[in-house]
């Protein structure tokens, strides 16, 4: 059975008259037989069809090709109509954009295929399409999955897609847009041009004067600042059907979420200023933790108020619909202590005159002492001591040879780091115990070559992918490393270069060795395992230093998390934890927690020692204090080998636990 998503026995019907609907007194009483004026009527009359006009098309029904509809799952289905709606003038005749924010995972590219083949190709008019060009703008790293994509769903004959791979010169490339631009009926050999960010705002002139049918923007969160170049640049082109797609639409405030939504549907909103007024100051208000019952209780009216009108061109579903079709998911918090090297780098640090300097608001590069933090969080060999740390030679153990002074293929001393030791140790009973594969990531190459060394020195065979990599190699790599057979069971992964597009289900699990800032990006990277295609059950860790600075980025995180659960995933009561950050709090070390994270809970499911004593009644993915907690000495009940292996080490101080199912 078609899958209709128009229906002009439906859609075409006019609206009753409510004047014409009030029973009459004197009108008589229905019979079996056809009152004689309405014999004259047509079918299509009678069921409220307009009467076809000379070289008007008869109107038929939208459906979905065949072949998409039997590989589309119920919420693909629904997210297809959901588009089609928006962007065909259904949901509001003066709107036809929408965002498509589902999470990582559940196939936004294939559903945006299916709107997009379907446009082409069908109109309520028969024998017209709808559109007759698209744009679909993505990541550089994105243009030829994108194109793979459309040959994959829709077969080698179907479309010829116009990808821009950066391969033509500036001349060659003006010409063929020019070509496309003036190229009207059947001479529209390529509909669908897939484009980078980049190479789409240099050459926007070119394209700004013909009319586009569709623009889909991939990542659309790269259109979070409506003042950049690429914003202007895009919304410049003749087209009002604007897809985004974007797993994470709030990523840091609520003015980029504004940006996105006035990019898909201009002027929804009003200015930036009224938003800003309207929206923006009372839900921020309401949701600081030091906030008024009455700041609250404005909060969550506006909340309302936003969601009432921005919903109406959002779809966002979440990771829990996967659970339907994939392995189980653990996912882990691990809190790390520091090493006692570590510790007496990180003490040293922080105690120094220059960062009581910068606490007194004299010192003019945080930045550069926060990242110096960030490092010594992973390893000390990340650091070059004698530049970033003078004077701590007092704190070196008697083997420490400064990174400067060691040779270029040097040991690594895993007993440096807390995480380095608890990943040594996991990557060995991996090897040891099962034949799973695992993906590392980190925010620093420099981390990088430390598990490349690593796994050298241990003789494991391992696969790297990071921004120095070419496009064209990079699905390669990624597909030696998901063949079963392959050698490699460790892939090493930079969370820039890997943050999106990349499917990496030959492994099921995976370490997030640090935090990032912006929580968006590690969502892209902790979705590399679990998804479509995945046939064991998945074990997610994501490491943390215990009492530093990567507790005070991981609190900014949820803080910025629970923002956007309660706004775009309509989470009615989102527990607000945090304060925003001082730099202060930044360069302070907890000595006694076993998870400062923790603390700032003041979780009553957990006995004053940390362990937990009711289990977690529901858990919500994007509030760790809904999750399972558990101590060192509760690892011995948790389901995860490795992690169970860590009981009585002195290493891993508290973990928090999500499971999917």
Partial sequence: MAIVLYD???????????????????????????????????LAEILGIKKKVEGEHPRVPVVLDPKLAKTLRPHQVAGVQFMYDCVTGKVDEKANGCIMADEMGLGKTLQCIALLWTLLKQSPDAGKSTIQKAIVVCPASLVKNWANELVKWLGPNAVTPFAIDGKASKEELTRQLRQWAIATGRAVTRPVIIVSYETLRLNVEELKHTKIGLLFCDEGHRLKNADSNTFAGLNSLNVTRRVILTGTPIQNDLTEYFSLISFANPNLLGSRLEFRKRFELPILRGRDADASEADRKRGDECTTELLGIVNKFLIRRTNDILSKYLPVKYEHVV???????????????????????????????????????????????????????????????????????????????????????????????????????????????????????????????????????????????????????????????????????????????????????????????????????????????????????????????????????????????????????????????????????????????????????????????????????????????????????????????????????
């Avoid at 859609?11 to 009753?16: I, R, Y």
């Avoid at 009108?27 to 079996?32: F, G, H, L, V, W």
């Avoid at 740390?389 to 440096?416: I, M, N, Q, T």
Wanted: aromatic share 8%.
């Fill in 8 to 42: 002009p026995t439906i859609h075409d019907k006019p609206k009753e008259d409510p004047e014409r609907s009030k029973p009459n007194e004197d009108e008589k009483p229905a019979s079996n037989t056809i009152d004689a004026p309405l014999v004259h009527k047509s």
């Fill in 335 to 661: 809190f790390c202590n520091l090493a006692p090297f570590q510790l007496d780098l990180y003490n040293y640090f922080i105690t120094s005159p220059e960062i009581q300097a910068l606490l007194r608001g004299k010192g003019s590069q945080p930045l550069k002492a926060i990242n110096i933090l960030k490092k010594l969080c992973n390893h000390p060999d990340l650091l070059n001591i004698s530049e970033d740390l003078p004077g701590s030679e007092k704190c070196f153990p008697d083997d420490f040879v400064p990174r400067e002074a060691r040779g270029r293929d040097r040991d690594v001393k895993p007993w440096y780091s807390g995480k380095m030791q608890v990943l040594d140790r996991m990557l060995a009973r991996i090897r040891q115990d099962t034949n799973d594969k695992i993906v590392l990531i980190s925010n620093y190459t420099s981390t990088l070559d430390l598990f490349e060394r690593l796994c050298r020195s241990r003789q494991y065979g391992s696969l790297r992918l990071d921004g120095t990599m070419n496009v064209n190699k990079r699905q390669k790599l990624v597909d030696r490393f998901n063949d079963p057979e392959g050698d490699e069971f460790v892939f090493l992964l930079s969370s820039k270069a890997g943050g999106c597009g990349i499917n990496l289900i030959g492994a099921n699990r995976l370490i997030l060795f640090d935090p990032d800032w912006n929580p968006a990006a590690d969502q892209q990277a902790l979705a590399r395992v679990w998804r479509d295609g995945q046939k064991k059950d998945c074990f997610v860790y994501r490491f943390i230093a215990t009492g530093t600075i990567e507790e005070k980025i991981f609190q900014r995180q949820s803080h910025k998390q629970s923002l956007s659960s309660c706004l775009v995933d309509s989470a009615e009561d989102v527990e607000r934890h945090f304060s925003l950050d001082s730099l202060r709090e930044l360069f302070q070390y907890q000595p006694n927690t076993k998870s400062d994270t923790h603390d700032t809970f003041k979780c009553k499911r957990c006995k004053p020692d940390g362990r937990q004593y009711i289990k977690a009644p529901a858990m919500l993915y994007g509030d760790t204090s809904t999750w399972n907690h558990c101590v060192n000495e509760g690892l011995k009940k948790i389901q995860d080998l490795l992690l169970r292996q860590e009981c009585g080490e002195d290493v891993i101080s508290a973990v928090f636990q999500y499971i999917s199912h």
